[in-house]
């Protein structure tokens, strides 16, 4: 399996991703207690850190609105996945809880303010890229009516394809994320079943990615029993086999 952010360097220079392939999981259905203390400190820290701001003013959240404008996403009801957790927990709503798995990461996508998004790699077909919506796109999205993203909502999943020229996340099959990391497709949800999944750690040059991938390894390998390999793709090398 390949990674591929070629379509996506010249107007975005900056774009760096990790993949992570996480193997050998065993997921809690149940967030773990240890893990449960570890994100409400979390959560108090970016209280404490961002507490004071407009959110456009916190820096890992002000490069994906740049980025979102870059590809024409002007409505503030789409908003990067990592924006829409900061503004949660500062409106001291926790970080849902769904499983293991994604609770580790949700927590990591906080701390070091990164978009992260998971699919079961069973369900995927080929190879992945970060490119522009085309016509025949098919994505289900996951959370229909609601905001929350991970977990779903109460209007369902329905098809929901991008418009032509969306910053879109896909495989061979079809679109795993639209707007770049606003919203996942529902058929490849990370769920405790899953044996193998695949992670992305995406920044626009904001931030420590390296730091935030060791992070989330280590809270895979804790919390979940992974066994974890990583990809880094940029515009100097924009397409990449995957370690395993």
């Not at 002007?74 to 809880?97: D, G, H, M």
């Given at each position: 399996m ?13 774009f ?55 590809f ?109 990391n ?16 695949l ?17 989330v390894?280590d ?21 990449l086999?995957?370690?395993?």
């Amino acid at each position: 399996m390949q990674i591929d952010i070629s379509e996506l360097v010249p107007a975005f220079p900056d774009f760096r991703v990790a993949v992570v392939v996480a193997s050998d999981l065993a997921i809690p259905a149940e967030r773990p207690a240890a893990l449960d203390g570890l994100i409400a400190e979390r959560e108090a820290a970016a209280r404490a850190r961002w507490g004071g701001l407009e959110l456009a003013d916190i820096p890992g959240v002000k490069v994906w609105r740049l980025a979102y404008k870059g590809f024409g996403i002007k409505r503030t009801s789409y908003r990067s996945s990592v924006e829409r957790i900061v503004k949660n927990v500062l409106a001291e709503r926790p970080i849902p809880r769904i499983n293991g798995f994604v609770d580790s990461y949700n927590a990591v996508s906080l701390a070091h303010c990164f978009p992260l998004g998971a699919d079961d790699l069973d369900r995927l077909t080929g190879d992945i890229a970060f490119r522009y919506a085309r016509e025949g796109d098919s994505f289900v999205d996951m959370a229909a009516g609601g905001e929350e993203g991970e977990g779903g909502a109460p209007g369902g999943p329905v098809e929901d394809p991008p418009k032509p020229g969306e910053v879109v996340f896909a495989d061979d099959a079809h679109v795993l994320c639209r707007r770049w990391n606003w919203r996942q497709d529902a058929r490849s949800l990370v769920s405790p079943e899953t044996r193998r999944a695949l992670l992305t750690v995406q920044s626009c040059g904001v931030g420590d990615l390296e730091a935030a991938v060791a992070d989330v390894c280590d809270l895979f390998a804790r919390f979940c029993g992974a066994r974890t390999a990583v990809t880094f793709a940029d515009r100097d090398r924009p397409r990449l086999a995957l370690a395993t």
